[in-house]
């Protein structure tokens, strides 16, 4: 592990300013230094391992000397201000080659030049062969004179680490391009390929540079193109911001491929429209079994509805012809059995009941799905079978309704309810219900279908889509459909509403030191060290990277507001230990507070700004600590 001078030098190193051409901002701090304090030396020194090097000197000519006998290094290495009056009378100093040889030193005056993170790498420092006393007003210069050489290697500091990050973002962004499973492309606004991944070239069957030579236009199916073209004007307007559609290409060969495609747009710097990026997911085998389904269950439909007309055709003989009444009986037992062999070896539960609701039907599929046998649930009403309590007098309505008027709004139509198996366990399922009358009596006919499945891992798309996957919090998603939601109650009510944005303190520099798996152990824990020091009714959402916010409703006070916020700083303030790892971190927050008396009109987004921007106030304050503003 790297100790904090191996540090101090990492970082001198990095900025390129050793042993590096003169420039005139340093040269005139300098020569200011010497002007305002009157002394016939000042340096800007930069102190390495062995040496330290003159970035810019006034009054003198040599560019460096060795570390051990420079005054500097006492000011580097302490961090602090070094004044001394008279090199002679200071037993530091007095056998000093440097104060008894030239430049014969007795006054020296240095103030640290620090880093981003604290580390002093050198000094602006003003020298006199004569002892002096520093009035309070030449201190005060000369530490504001440090204090602009500090803002500049700040400045260099910021510019070297924002270059770092583009360049590691690049490569990112590069690597994820090229192996992503699903086709991406960069499209340009005239609708030509601008860069398009493997994946995409293999969906289409193009090779890129052949690919890259055509427009999406070129490779749309025609009758899929206007409506692509419909919601690509809407998203250049701005009505829509994002679109996505399924759609069919003609690939290289001539054959089509279904896709599903999401089309988003990236602007420049002056807001203009700069590309489309657009992902594209192979449907096509989807899209097979979706047509084949479909045709299969057309056909089952189909054959049901024959095989009915045919029962209904045999009846009609067999009251027109008495004398035939034996061969029409074993046509009709024969459709009958033919019409049972189908339905009991259907994907679908069967279900066919009188006009009073009493099961005459059921098949093999229905067994399987609610647990009666034909046995137990033939003869019974079909609302104490399947249909829950809540439901059951709707369902009588209904049957009543349908016989008066002859019509319902059901018929032919599929539609999602819950139903009750035998053994109480509630399950979605889709049904769809038609009507037969025959010889004037009434029969309804059900195709029922458990859509368990289909409703779970709708569910868990939905919830991923609203979880953060590190956390298990509320993500930036979920935050900005609730958040709303608490600000119109806070309105109706006259409450309060407290909106935290906490932000960790040096989270960077532990993903720099300790690497992802270690600053995502960290963030995880410290998500749940803010969970738990919140209240059950509050809500604790990851906003991005290691920013979160914190959603207090109905708060009284905004003492209760800081009282939370001081339990989440003394929460995270406690060590963190990680393997052999410990960390010690701290947070920052910020508090929008809101009322519906002094804010009615503010915006969800403009409490997450405004608690984002105390959130820095308090940043700037020096960190681990709180600043609250009120909304206006």
Known sequence: MLNDEQRRLEKLYALGLLDSEPEDFFDTITR?????????????????????????????????????????????????????????????????????????????????????????????????????????????????????????????????????????????????????AIGIAMVKPNGSWLEVNEELCRIVGYSRADLLTLTFQDITLPEDLNTDLNLLDQLVAGKLDRYQLEKRYIKQDGTVVWVELTVTKQLTATGGLDYFVAIVKDIQSAKETEIALTLLRKTLEDKVSQRTEELKQANKAML???????????????????????????????????????????????????????????????????????????????????????????????????????????????????????????????????????????????????????????????????????????????????????????FKGVNDTYGHNVGDMLLREVANRIDKSTRQSDMVARYAGDEFIIVLEGVGQVADANRIAEKVLRAISEPFHFNQITLNITVSIGIAYYTSEHSPETQPNELIRQADKAMYTAKKNGKNGVFMVETT
């Not at 046998?373 to 309505?397: F, V």
């Not at 219900?433 to 025959?438: A, S």
């Open 32 to 180: 200011v230094a010497s002007t305002i304090l009157e002394t016939s030396i000042s340096l800007i020194s930069l102190v390495d391992e062995h040496r330290q090097w003159f970035k810019s000197k006034h009054g003198l000519e040599v560019s460096e000397t060795a570390r051990d006998i420079s005054f500097c290094t006492h000011a580097v290495e302490s961090g602090e201000q070094l004044i001394v009056e008279n090199a002679l009378t200071d037993e530091r100093f007095a056998n000093n080659p440097l104060v008894l040889n030239a430049p014969n030193i007795r006054f020296y005056a240095g103030i640290p030049i620090k880093s981003l993170e604290g580390y002093a790498l050198g000094t602006l420092c003003v020298i006199d062969e004569k002892p002096k006393k520093l009035t309070d007003r030449e201190l005060a210069a000369l530490n504001d004179l440090a204090h602009l050489a500090t803002r500049e290697l700040q400045f260099r500091e910021r510019m070297l680490e924002a270059k770092q990050s583009i360049q590691s973002s690049e490569s990112k962004f590069k690597t994820l391009f090229e192996n992503a």
């Open 320 to 506: 027109a012809a008495y004398q035939e009444k034996t061969a029409s009986e074993q046509l009709l037992q024969n459709a009958e059995l033919e019409l049972r062999t189908i339905l009991d070896n259907a994907n679908d539960a069967y279900v066919c009941m009188d006009a009073d609701g009493i099961v005459k039907a059921w098949n093999k599929q229905a067994e399987r799905i609610f647990g009666w046998g034909d046995e137990e649930a033939i003869g019974r009403k079909l609302d104490k079978l399947i249909i829950p309590n809540e439901l059951q007098q709707a369902h009588r309505a209904g049957m009543r309704r349908f016989a008066l008027e002859k019509k319902s709004d059901m018929m032919g139509k599929r539609i999602e309810l819950e139903a009750i198996r035998k053994d109480g366990v509630r399950i979605p399922i889709e049904l769809q219900v038609n009507v037969l009358e025959i010889n004037e009596q009434i029969l309804f006919t059900s195709f029922l279908r458990d859509i368990t499945d289909r409703k779970q891992l709708e569910s868990l798309l939905k919830n991923e889509a609203r979880n953060d996957p590190l956390t298990g919090l509320p993500n930036r998603r979920k935050l900005e459909e609730i958040l709303p939601i608490a600000v119109q109650r806070a309105k109706a009510n006259q409450t309060t509403l407290s909106i935290l944005f906490v932000d960790l303190d040096g």
